[in-house]
């Protein structure tokens, strides 16, 4: 299926590795000239070089980072045509175990950074009349997760920005939606302790998922074919939601 997103410019945060990587991946391989933002600037080079995108070293757990990462894509490529924003999830938590600071920094690092990116780059998307947003959250938004206190919680508030917002941009051509990962194979996946073959086991595809077929939901997404799909929370999880 042809995208049509030949030539358009797209910034993904999160892109040196993970469902970041594999979304940037996908978007290069339909066409689009990819600007990747990461902190760690060996990690993120190295991936740029392997799709052939733009990296851009930006830290972005603080507001500081976060704008100059703005610049610096702007600098670049312009404003982009298409955005995808994904950030690693926050610290493992029950609710006894969150604390005040643990609230502040895990709602900068979601919430607040998926506000600013909207900030910077929705308005000239409408200008344009044309624009895509996507923004990777969790599963664990919709159907809640042992231990992820922080991710429930401020995922789910990020849907309600995403379907409010796509109702107030949707007759200027800008789509936004976000998708939902289950249990895909990333370095964060593998972090959480989890046994894996059980978790496998109790998927309906009985299996993990893999980062490209995630990437390949964004960039769907972010095409000329999904032109009427916004305010929408997708989720790619192989089955394990159950709920409509």
């Given at each position: 299926?042809?995208?049509?997103i030949?030539?358009r410019t797209?910034?993904?945060?999160?892109?040196?590795?993970?469902?970041?990587?594999?979304?940037?991946?996908?978007?290069?391989?339909?066409?689009?000239k990819?600007?990747?933002?990461?902190?760690?600037?060996?990690?993120l080079?190295?991936?740029?070089?392997?799709i052939?995108?733009?990296?851009?070293v930006?830290?972005?757990?603080?507001?500081t980072g976060?704008?100059?990462c703005?610049?610096k894509?702007?600098?670049?490529?312009g404003n982009?045509?298409i955005?995808?924003?994904?950030t690693g999830?926050?610290?493992p938590?029950?609710?006894?175990?969150?604390?005040?600071?643990?609230?502040?920094e895990a709602?900068?690092?979601l919430?607040?950074f998926?506000?600013?990116?909207?900030n910077?780059?929705?308005?000239p998307m409408?200008?344009k009349?044309?624009g895509?947003?996507v923004v990777?959250?969790?599963?664990?938004?919709?159907?809640p997760?042992?231990n992820?206190?922080?991710?429930?919680?401020?995922?789910?508030g990020?849907?309600?920005?995403?379907?409010?917002?796509?109702?107030?941009v949707?007759?200027?051509?800008?789509?936004?939606?976000a998708v939902?990962?289950?249990?895909?194979m990333?370095d964060?996946m593998?972090?959480?302790g989890l046994?894996?073959d059980?978790v496998?086991?109790?998927?309906?595809?009985?299996?993990?998922g893999q980062?490209?077929?995630?990437?390949?939901?964004?960039a769907?997404?972010?095409?000329?074919r999904?032109?009427?799909?916004t305010g929408?929370a997708?989720?790619?999880d192989?089955?394990?939601l159950?709920?409509?």
């Amino acid at each position: 299926m042809n995208l049509d997103i030949n030539g358009r410019t797209a910034l993904v945060t999160g892109g040196s590795k993970g469902l970041g990587y594999a979304s940037a991946e996908a978007l290069v391989r339909e066409g689009a000239k990819v600007a990747i933002a990461a902190r760690t600037e060996e990690t993120l080079t190295k991936a740029a070089k392997i799709i052939d995108a733009v990296p851009i070293v930006a830290n972005l757990s603080d507001r500081t980072g976060v704008l100059a990462c703005i610049d610096k894509t702007r600098e670049t490529i312009g404003n982009p045509d298409i955005l995808v924003i994904n950030t690693g999830g926050p610290a493992p938590a029950t609710f006894a175990q969150t604390t005040p600071d643990g609230w502040r920094e895990a709602t900068d690092q979601l919430f607040h950074f998926t506000i600013e990116m909207l900030n910077a780059f929705l308005e000239p998307m409408k200008e344009k009349g044309w624009g895509r947003i996507v923004v990777i959250t969790s599963f664990a938004a919709q159907e809640p997760v042992a231990n992820l206190l922080y991710s429930n919680a401020l995922r789910a508030g990020i849907h309600g920005l995403v379907n409010s917002v796509a109702t107030e941009v949707a007759g200027h051509g800008v789509t936004i939606n976000a998708v939902m990962p289950g249990f895909i194979m990333t370095d964060r996946m593998t972090g959480l302790g989890l046994d894996l073959d059980n978790v496998a086991q109790s998927i309906p595809a009985k299996r993990m998922g893999q980062p490209s077929e995630l990437g390949d939901l964004v960039a769907f997404l972010c095409s000329e074919r999904a032109t009427y799909i916004t305010g929408q929370a997708i989720a790619c999880d192989g089955g394990l939601l159950q709920g409509i």
